[in-house]
């Protein structure tokens, strides 16, 4: 099972602004996902963003949405996005098979999404540094239970250069330099 940009989506869950305050390594998880939405962007692959009842919660952080300015945004009220029939609907049309997830938390509608996707038969990769919760051992019992139940547990670096497969495309010297400035700052925790 190899990522290949033409058959991935990122899905990016509920990285809430009212929600983040409390979530054990929530920089790290939005710096994450804003580096590897911002490849997905250049890349061509589309990137998804769900808000869990945003009048409650907020919108998400906004430093992810001014780097994906053309991600698509699904408000919910289920914990599992797929319960929403509009966005497997979307899910279907797109035809994409392979689904890279991350978000918050990581043991609620993160792993109930992942699990909505394996049920409904699409390959789930777990993007292991930004798939948080308030405390990170419910992180990684998630990581845990949806790699048992098929998903993959990746890194963004991993799903980069596979999405990227060369080393002399410049769209791989960008995101080299960017992981360079600033993502190797400290070092990552997996959850």
Not at 74 to 95: H, R
Request: charged share 25%.
């Amino acid at each position: 099972m190899r990522l290949k940009r033409e058959d991935s989506l990122l899905l990016i869950v509920d990285l809430q602004a009212g929600l983040l305050p409390v979530i054990e390594y929530a920089d790290q998880a939005v710096n994450e996902a804003v580096w590897l939405g911002g490849l997905a962007e250049t890349i061509g692959v589309p990137t998804w963003v769900t808000e869990q009842y945003p009048d409650g919660l907020g919108g998400s952080e906004p430093r992810l949405l001014e780097a994906l300015p053309s991600h698509r945004l699904w408000q919910k009220l289920t914990f599992d996005a797929c319960a929403t029939p509009e966005f497997m609907a979307a899910l279907e049309q797109s035809g994409k098979r392979q689904v890279v997830l991350c978000g918050s938390e990581a043991h609620i509608c993160v792993m109930q999404t992942g699990l909505g996707l394996l049920e409904a038969g699409l390959e789930v990769y777990w993007l292991s540094e930004a798939c948080v919760s308030r405390r990170s051992a419910e992180a990684r019992l998630a990581r845990e239970r949806m790699v048992q139940a098929g998903a993959v547990a990746v890194s963004a670096d991993m799903v980069a250069y596979e999405w990227l497969q060369r080393c002399d495309d410049e769209r791989f010297k960008q995101a080299h330099r960017d992981f360079l400035k600033g993502r190797s700052a400290r070092p990552l925790v997996f959850t």
